[in-house]
């Protein structure tokens, strides 16, 4: 069984940066064989909803509201998944999640807050 743990989440003002990262343990499989590893996120009376995806060789997508402040990357050697979000704004507030979608494993979550 796969467990994914989140950190990076934390306090920022409107036009900040953060960093998520997620981190993999528990698999057999090496982590360039795990398949899309993806985030989401669910705000306060939200579902939840998808971020971004990338696959195994590194292809991203994203969801309209983030494109071109938010920026998913992985480092297999690390079994890591990042989420590097800029610009960010008070709409972005949430908790963010880490998914792999082969197995349907979650993180735990982390808070992200934007707010002045």
């Known amino acids: 069984q796969v467990q994914l743990v989140e950190s990076g989440g934390g306090l920022v003002q409107p036009g900040g940066s953060l960093r998520l990262s997620c981190a993999a343990s528990?698999?057999?499989?090496?982590?360039?064989?795990?398949?899309?590893m993806a985030w989401f996120r669910q705000g306060p009376g939200n579902s939840r909803e998808l971020v971004a995806t990338?696959?195994?060789?590194?292809?991203?997508n994203y969801a309209d509201s983030v494109k071109g402040r938010f920026t998913i990357t992985r480092d297999n050697a690390k079994n890591t998944v990042y989420l590097q979000m800029t610009s960010l704004k008070p709409e972005d507030t949430a908790v963010y999640y880490c998914h792999r979608v082969a197995s349907g494993s979650w993180g735990q979550g982390t808070q992200v807050t934007v707010s002045s």
């Open positions: 528990g698999s057999s499989l090496s982590f360039n064989l795990m398949g899309v």
């Open positions: 990338i696959s195994s060789s590194g292809t991203a």
